[in-house]
């Protein structure tokens, strides 16, 4: 199978889309740390510490309350997991500028993962098949996903802080006490390998992401993680996962496990969008290739690419008719989890600078106009033109601009030219008042 820069860049998106959820799914370090004697002192000694420890059943459960803070938005979410082998249930509802998302995540029996999100009323479903192996071979901590192939969450208690440690220097803190239980706590700055790869992935960089490190604290009494933080600068808390109520070797029933789509929701399948075929295969040759080069033909300093399309009503859309204005194109799909994290951030900008010049154009890669068309009704913010021509990836716009990633977003002045692009919630404001000014 041909693989384009394109399905790889996918399946990079669908990495960090994955690995936010990652320390959840990969939290069943595994239980019954029995003490020793002598007290650690080294990373070494925790990791030797949790890999003697023995299986105390392969189900599990657990309260989880996660919080966040990146494209300047902070949420939170509080919610249960549950694992019976390698299979996953986390079931959370986040708080995101005050909208209630209600989430679940699923692997089922047959290892396929379930991602359901309810955003305003919309239900949107994802699907992964093969998720065990993409958790093994693609994620980009290294992986704490590892957890997820094998013979079962809760039997390798050493394997995510030891994986983590392939990515992160961590170093022994001492000791501390989460949720009532004493905890080892284990720190430390983001490997050279682990910056470099995130650097390589677009919807990182769109979003602001920057992992600089992380902290873990595992349980002394049973070796099952309490808290994990991935920092950003200044080793604040970029993601933070808190586990509660743990209880390890309990029943859980098999039903927690299986999943079917409401009904009349359509579902998106991230194997299809990755390209088709086999995981497996997409992983190897993602691996074998050499690192893509993102819109290598659209050059700051050179005229945008022209382009004549058509808005959600069929309206006529053309780029030349924006002459004179500051523009901001943005390409993006409400499939997209990193788009739509984007969306405050670009209505905010479009808020506070549509009056001095600024429009904006947002070119949808979705398939279906209705998916556009509800997503923009439950946000009336969005007042600016939406380009749609129903060829999502195979559309002429998207080859001119060489896009191979979304979010994705440019900067055009006043006489057409390109001035910034790759633009994140982080740079967006002081990049448009800088155009604004450019006069």
Do not use: C
């Amino acid at each position: 199978m041909n693989r384009t820069p394109r399905a790889e860049l996918k399946l990079r998106g669908l990495r960090v889309l994955l690995a936010l959820l990652t320390p959840a799914m990969a939290a069943a370090l595994g239980p019954a740390l029995s003490r020793g004697a002598q007290e650690p002192r080294t990373t070494e000694d925790v990791l030797k510490l949790l890999e003697g420890l023995p299986n105390q059943g392969e189900s599990w459960t657990s309260r989880l309350e996660l919080t966040s803070a990146f494209a300047g938005i902070q949420s939170r979410a509080t919610g249960r997991m549950a694992g019976k082998g390698t299979r996953f249930r986390l079931e959370m509802e986040m708080d995101v500028l005050g909208q209630k998302v209600p989430t679940k995540a699923i692997i089922d029996r047959e290892g396929t993962l379930w991602m359901e999100t309810q955003i305003l009323g919309m239900t949107q479903v994802m699907k992964l098949a093969s998720a065990a192996t993409f958790a093994a071979e693609a994620a980009p901590l290294g992986s704490p996903l590892d957890n997820l192939a094998g013979p079962g969450l809760a039997q390798r208690p050493a394997d995510m802080a030891r994986s983590l440690a392939e990515s992160f220097d961590l170093t022994y803190q001492g000791e501390g006490v989460i949720d009532g239980q004493k905890v080892f706590i284990l720190k430390g700055a983001a490997k050279p390998g682990l910056l470099a790869q995130l650097e390589g992935i677009e919807e990182a960089r769109a979003l602001g992401l920057a992992f600089e490190g992380a902290e873990i604290a595992v349980g002394q009494a049973d070796g099952f993680p309490r808290r994990i933080a991935i920092l950003g600068p200044g080793a604040e808390p970029l993601i933070a996962y808190l586990y509660q109520d743990v209880r390890l070797g309990v029943e859980v029933d098999d039903a927690e496990f299986e999943y079917a789509p409401p009904p009349g929701v359509n579902v998106i399948d991230m194997n299809a969008l990755l390209g088709g075929g086999d995981i497996e295969e997409l992983i190897g040759e993602a691996a074998a290739a050499p690192e893509p080069q993102f819109n290598t033909q659209l050059k700051i300093g050179e005229a945008a690419p022209g382009f004549s399309t058509s808005d959600l009503a069929g309206r006529p859309l053309r780029l030349v008719d924006f002459r004179g204005k500051v523009v901001l194109v943005d390409f993006w799909a409400t499939w997209s989890e990193p788009s739509v994290a984007l969306r405050p951030a670009v209505i905010e900008a479009f808020q506070r600078h549509h009056s001095a010049g600024l429009e904006i154009i947002s070119i949808s890669l979705d398939d279906a106009r209705t998916a556009v068309s509800a997503f923009l009704e439950a946000r009336p913010a969005i007042t600016w033109p939406q380009a749609f021509d129903g060829k999502a990836w195979n559309s002429e716009i998207v080859a001119a601009y060489g896009v191979e990633a979304i979010p994705f977003l440019l900067l055009i002045d006043r006489s057409g030219v390109v001035l910034a692009t790759r633009l994140t919630a982080a740079d967006l404001d002081a990049a448009i008042r800088r155009a604004l000014k450019a006069d």
